[in-house]
């Protein structure tokens, strides 16, 4: 789950760790009063939307008094921000955060985030603050410094120390950055974070270090933990259909493609998707309906596909391991009478009483074509469209 760049800055200070003072506004009309409690004469505008690059989209502007901060609050409220990581319809901005600005001497990147090579945290400084990591990784790798951070016994004094020293910090900067580091840490493992950057991490010419941007998301099998962190949660943000499907405990992700796909587990999920690729089409979908597909998950899951007007075709890939065959396509069966579906479906079931389950299909008189093999599914699929 993300949040806003606000709330991640509310939790960051429950930890003991410096942000900027500001707070949020949803009209224009809040700026005065939130710029007479801040006390400052400069005011940063920034438009609060799950998606990085706001700064390059136009998204964050500086104002140099009160007044022009709500100007630009008035501009940027109600745009629609294009960002490299909204893709080009980019996202309604629906408020803004209004903070004080600060004195910046040094701009750096702090981020952590679990290393799945290691199965352990990563904790990465570089000096090439205000860039995207991906495109430091990409062309001056040796500017990352990171380090791996044991269970077992937690984040060391020594490696906040080795990471201050690395960005090349001294005397009252190096300290600051020091205690920084150990609270981002803290503030990271206690709220069961999956990713958390500070970009840029500023260091002030008074010496302060400073999380000028915060960036949080969180590993969704914890929020049980975090009632307070779920409530964060923004829907205005996430894809309508992904928020539909969460009801139906469907996990859903939407893509570009033509191809509905309706698959168990997903590993399969991942292969059928690639075997769509490879035969010449595209997935317009990530969707598994889990171990126990049955005339409601089915059900839901042709709706939830449907809702989708790129998709052309549907292909229906289950392993009866958990379930068997033959309840699958009674299931698909029974759901297919209560959803008007007008687009071509293959059906591919392997595994328990799989046999069974291609004579339900074929003689239940319904349009499905069956299929085998996933490469006879796919290249099923791939047909029925160009063929439509």
């Known amino acids: 789950m993300k949040i806003h760049e606000y709330q991640a800055k509310e939790i960051l200070r429950k930890y003991n760790v410096p942000v900027p003072q500001g707070r949020v506004a949803f009209s224009a009309d809040e700026v005065p009063s939130i710029a007479e409690f801040l006390g400052s004469e400069v005011l940063v505008v920034k ?39 909204t893709g080009p319809e980019g996202r309604v901005v629906k408020k803004v955060l209004i903070e004080e600005g600060c004195n910046i001497d040094k701009e750096f990147y702090a981020g952590i985030v679990l290393d799945r090579a290691t199965s352990q945290n990563v904790f990465m400084v570089s000096t090439e603050g205000g860039m995207e990591i991906e495109t430091v990784a990409e062309e001056t790798p040796e500017k990352i410094v990171k380090e791996i951070i044991d269970p077992a016994i937690g984040f060391q004094g020594f490696q906040a120390r080795k990471l201050a020293f690395s960005l090349g910090l001294s005397g009252t900067q190096f300290k600051n950055a020091v205690k920084f580091f150990g609270a981002l840490y803290k503030a990271y493992e206690a709220t069961d974070s999956a990713l958390m950057e500070i970009n840029p991490l500023v260091v002030t010419k008074e010496g302060d270090v400073i999380a000028l941007d915060a960036k949080m998301s969180f590993d969704s099998n914890a929020l049980y933990r975090h009632s307070d962190i779920v409530k964060m949660r923004d829907f205005d943000e996430e894809d309508p259909l992904e928020v539909e499907a969460g009801k139906y405990n ?19 999920a991942m292969g059928t998707m690639d075997i769509i690729k490879y035969s010449g089409s595209s997935p317009a ?3 598994d309906v889990g171990g ?15 809702s989708d007007p790129n998709v052309k075709a549907i292909l229906i890939n289950i392993f009866g391991g958990i379930v068997r065959c033959d309840r699958v396509a009674n299931g698909i069966i029974e759901a297919r009478k209560s959803v ?21 299909l074929d003689e239940s008189g319904m349009d499905f074509a069956v299929a085998d093999t996933l490469k006879e599914a796919a290249e099923k699929i791939v047909s029925a469209i160009k063929n439509d």
């Open 340 to 360: 008007d579906i007008n687009v071509p479906v293959v059906i591919r079931l392997a595994g328990t009483n799989a046999v069974e389950a291609a004579k339900i």
């Open 285 to 287: 979908n990530f969707l």
């Open 292 to 306: 126990g597909a049955n005339v409601e998950t089915i059900k839901n899951g042709f709706k939830i596909i449907l």
């Open 47 to 85: 438009a609060q939307i799950h998606a990085g690059g706001r700064g390059k989209g136009g998204g964050v502007k500086v104002a140099q008094n009160p007044q022009e901060a709500e100007r630009l609050a008035s501009e940027i409220i109600g745009m629609n921000l294009v960002t490299h990581q």
């Open 250 to 268: 469907l996990n859903y992700i939407k893509l570009d493609g033509e191809v509905g796909c309706m698959v168990n587990g997903a590993g399969l």
